[in-house]
């Protein structure tokens, strides 16, 4: 399919509040809406590969859309992973049972770099993602945006040198500590790869873009300054600018993992919205971000364990604490596996419902 005559969008909400624009209700949406916690989605990926299914357009569409039919989501994010782009540069992933993402042959030494492709073909490499973006952009008929997405350098680098998840990512900690210019040559190359794979989202029809730094909370202010700050806001500033020479504006979202302390400095990015964790309060992110942005976030998913009644005080409070204008409800984090779709279901019903009160009464 083109990645034109799309059809019209009939939902804006979600654009609106990404540029703080008033809206008639919250927008909401949930990171990893599309997962395990939805029977036709188990049931969809049941004995296909992790990976194979992230490289087939139709299967990433399927699984984009299969939330959108049971939920009021004001935004769908398309089905792919972070790691792809590791893959991309020639690494080999492996989606392990009960174990996650595994990378055989992790990069040990700054020697190891040379085993990295220095000129990726983006297009030709992450073709599928454009692909299955300008598939879903048709197939979802414009029912709300479509959201397209990275992993940060920093998050890809520790998953390349941990060879994994890690509860400590003292391998990649140590990179920073005692090659700090491999790491940094390291970073500029993934920086390089992703701005071109973000763009090339946009053009494939992707409407809004986030960026997940993962693994910030296991930097302190000083490394995350260092290794992480810098290329976040190199990214945004470049995909920017190169939008702007097109005549596009695409809201970008920045999530930072637990980076607290850098509330601030992310605010001050050339992104449009920080999203934040569930470890932060809203009024005082509100405040320690001055109105300079917009924010999205951060109940903790755990609370969708709660009753239901329950989940609509915990969203009411939360709306309370943000208030309604440049706001976009999310979770702190994915939905968990083993989460009640029901719940899932109060959640964002608590949101349009509160908020739409909220909204009139001002």
Same mark, same amino acid.
């Given at each position: 399919?083109?990645?034109? $005559?799309?059809?019209?969008?009939? *939902?804006?909400?979600? +654009?609106? %509040?990404?540029?703080?624009?008033?809206?008639?209700?919250?927008?909401?949406?949930?990171?990893?809406?599309?997962?395990?916690?939805?029977t036709e989605f188990r049931e969809f990926?049941?004995?296909?590969?992790? /990976?194979?299914?992230?490289?087939?357009?139709?299967?990433?569409?399927?699984?984009?859309?299969?939330?959108?039919?049971?939920?009021?989501?004001? =935004?769908?994010?398309?089905?792919?992973?972070? #790691?792809?782009?590791?893959?991309? #540069?020639? !690494?080999?992933?492996? !989606?392990?049972?009960? &174990?996650?993402?595994? /990378?055989?042959?992790?990069?040990?030494?700054?020697?190891?770099?040379?085993?990295?492709? =220095?000129?990726?073909?983006?297009?030709?490499? #992450?073709?599928?993602?454009?692909?299955?973006?300008?598939?879903?952009?048709?197939?979802?008929?414009?029912?709300?945006?479509?959201?397209g997405f990275s992993g940060a350098p920093?998050?890809? !680098?520790?998953?390349?040198?941990?060879?994994?998840?890690? *509860?400590?990512?003292?391998?990649?900690?140590?990179?920073?500590?005692?090659?700090?210019?491999?790491?940094?040559? #390291?970073?500029?190359? +993934?920086?390089?790869?992703?701005?071109?794979?973000?763009?090339?989202?946009?053009?494939? @029809? %992707?409407?809004?873009?986030?960026?997940?730094?993962?693994?910030?909370?296991?930097? @302190?202010?000083?490394?995350? *300054?260092?290794?992480?700050?810098?290329?976040?806001? $190199?990214? %945004?500033?470049?995909?920017?600018?190169? +939008? &702007?020479?097109?005549?596009?504006?695409?809201?970008?979202?920045?999530?930072?993992?637990? %980076?607290?302390? =850098?509330?601030?400095? +992310?605010?001050?990015?050339?992104?449009?919205?920080? @999203?934040?964790?569930?470890?932060?309060?809203?009024?005082?992110?509100?405040?320690?971000?001055?109105?300079?942005?917009?924010?999205?976030?951060? !109940?903790?998913?755990?609370?969708?364990?709660?009753? &239901?009644?329950?989940?609509?005080?915990?969203?009411? &409070?939360?709306?309370?604490?943000?208030?309604?204008? @440049?706001?976009? =409800? *999310?979770?702190g984090h994915g939905v968990y596996p083993?989460?009640?779709?029901?719940?899932?279901?109060?959640?964002?019903?608590?949101?349009?419902?509160?908020?739409?009160?909220?909204?009139?009464?001002?």
């Amino acid at each position: 399919e083109d990645p034109k $005559d799309f059809p019209q969008l009939r *939902n804006d909400t979600f +654009l609106r %509040a990404a540029r703080g624009e008033e809206t008639e209700h919250v927008p909401v949406w949930c990171m990893r809406q599309a997962g395990r916690y939805l029977t036709e989605f188990r049931e969809f990926r049941a004995g296909k590969d992790f /990976f194979e299914t992230c490289q087939s357009p139709e299967a990433c569409c399927e699984l984009t859309l299969q939330p959108l039919r049971r939920f009021g989501f004001d =935004a769908a994010i398309i089905f792919s992973d972070i #790691l792809v782009i590791p893959q991309a #540069l020639g !690494m080999d992933v492996q !989606m392990v049972a009960g &174990k996650g993402p595994t /990378f055989p042959e992790p990069l040990k030494e700054p020697e190891d770099l040379q085993r990295l492709t =220095a000129k990726v073909d983006v297009g030709k490499e #992450l073709g599928y993602v454009f692909k299955a973006i300008t598939l879903t952009r048709h197939k979802i008929e414009g029912k709300v945006p479509l959201i397209g997405f990275s992993g940060a350098p920093w998050t890809l !680098m520790s998953y390349m040198i941990e060879g994994g998840g890690s *509860n400590t990512h003292s391998k990649a900690k140590r990179w920073l500590y005692r090659h700090p210019e491999a790491s940094h040559m #390291l970073l500029t190359m +993934l920086t390089d790869v992703i701005v071109e794979y973000l763009l090339g989202q946009v053009a494939a @029809g %992707a409407q809004a873009l986030q960026v997940f730094e993962s693994h910030a909370g296991i930097l @302190g202010p000083v490394h995350f *300054n260092e290794y992480s700050l810098p290329y976040l806001r $190199d990214i %945004a500033r470049r995909v920017k600018d190169e +939008l &702007k020479e097109a005549g596009q504006d695409v809201p970008m979202i920045v999530f930072a993992k637990d %980076a607290h302390y =850098a509330v601030e400095d +992310l605010s001050q990015s050339h992104y449009d919205v920080v @999203g934040l964790d569930w470890t932060i309060d809203p009024q005082s992110a509100r405040e320690r971000t001055g109105g300079k942005v917009s924010l999205q976030g951060n !109940m903790d998913p755990c609370a969708l364990y709660a009753p &239901k009644e329950r989940i609509s005080d915990i969203v009411k &409070k939360m709306l309370e604490g943000f208030g309604t204008r @440049g706001y976009i =409800a *999310n979770l702190g984090h994915g939905v968990y596996p083993d989460m009640d779709p029901e719940n899932v279901g109060a959640f964002v019903e608590a949101v349009h419902q509160h908020s739409k009160q909220m909204i009139k009464k001002i």
